[in-house]
């Protein structure tokens, strides 16, 4: 593998392992499906403290995936790209293909 090929691959595995946890993946649907939202929805809708949502929106935003605007006293989260749910369509292929794995 060439240093080019090898730096792409390296970046793609940055992106997989942002988005690598129930709950990050919870809050790129969350923002998929509304647009927008601010750590106070977010964390009542998954039901997480605070701090702990703080951490999983760095983690995203670092990877390139989500993006903030200051609103006032709020900060909303959104989506910096659109996520291509067909990559998870495939995921769930492969876990319907093997019984032992859940949906």
């Given amino acids: 593998m060439d240093a080019h090929s090898l730096a792409i691959c390296r970046a793609r595995a940055r992106v997989l392992k942002a988005l690598a946890h129930p709950t990050r993946l919870f809050i ?9 939202l601010c750590l106070r929805d977010l964390t009542a ?10 951490r999983h929106l760095a983690l995203l935003k670092a990877a390139g995936i989500v993006q903030e605007e200051k609103r006032g006293a709020e ?5 910096q790209v659109r996520v291509d749910f067909g990559f998870f ?15």
């Fill in 45 to 54: 809708r998954i039901g997480a403290t605070g701090a702990t949502v703080s």
């Fill in 89 to 103: 369509r495939c995921v769930e292929r492969v876990l319907g293909r093997d019984s032992n794995r859940a949906p």
């Fill in 75 to 79: 900060v909303h989260n959104s989506l």
């Fill in 28 to 36: 790129v649907d969350l923002l998929e499906e509304t647009g927008d």
